[in-house]
């Protein structure tokens, strides 16, 4: 198994690996959303219940996992929870950013899993990448926010509620995950954006 042949077989899903590591004999790739991701995931028939796309995330990544002689793991279903933000510093491919949230090198602020493939063995990996942030002069994530929540050490999660609540945009997309310039050039439906920002704070 190559990582170019699980690329293929997860872009039947819109998704895509959004790196990888080596572990204790195994490899784990994660995967995130691709281009067309929301439009496909909508119309499948597990995007249903309380939590529509975990349902989906655990249907159709369990079955490609079969497929692939892999385990499927995922970021909900606990507690315990999978380490996720820490698998994905392992990576190669994200990083913390200036106001501690993960950016991805092809993601930006906008990087989300939707699972893991764990196999057995060693599968060839990429080079790991640096950072966009060590490249971004502007850093306008640092600025963004109208409520200054999110900074490096800090987030005021009750600040944030409260604000977006009068604030129509900022429920509709936060405006610092969209100021990163690698989240501006990556591909996610705005309708996906809002069911996140709903997600994260109920009308």
Known sequence: ?????????????????LGGFHEDG?????????????????????????NPLDAWSLAAISDIAKH????????????????FIAWALNSGEAWQSPVG??????????????????????????????SPCDTCTTRP???????????????????????IETDAACRAACRVRMSCPISQSYPRDPAQTAFHMEAFHPS
């Not at 949230?101 to 990448?129: C, M, N, W």
């Not at 994530?141 to 604000?163: E, F, I, M, R």
């Open 101 to 130: 949230l993960l950016v991805h090198k092809d993601a930006g602020l906008l990087v989300s899993y939707r699972g893991a493939l764990r196999f057995t063995g060693q599968i060839e990996l990429p080079k790991q990448s640096t």
């Open 68 to 83: 692939l002689d892999a385990q499927a793991v995922f970021p909900f279903g606990g507690p315990p929870f999978n380490p």
């Open 141 to 163: 994530c640092l600025t963004a926010c109208p409520v200054s929540a999110l900074g490096p050490n800090s987030y005021d999660v009750q600040g944030c509620k409260a604000h």
């Open 26 to 50: 195994y490899t784990m790739i994660l995967l995130g959303p691709a281009d067309g991701f929301w439009d496909y995931v909508t119309e499948h028939p597990a995007f249903t219940g309380d």
């Open 1 to 17: 198994m190559t990582l170019e042949q699980i690329a293929a077989a997860v872009a039947a899903l819109r998704l895509t690996p």
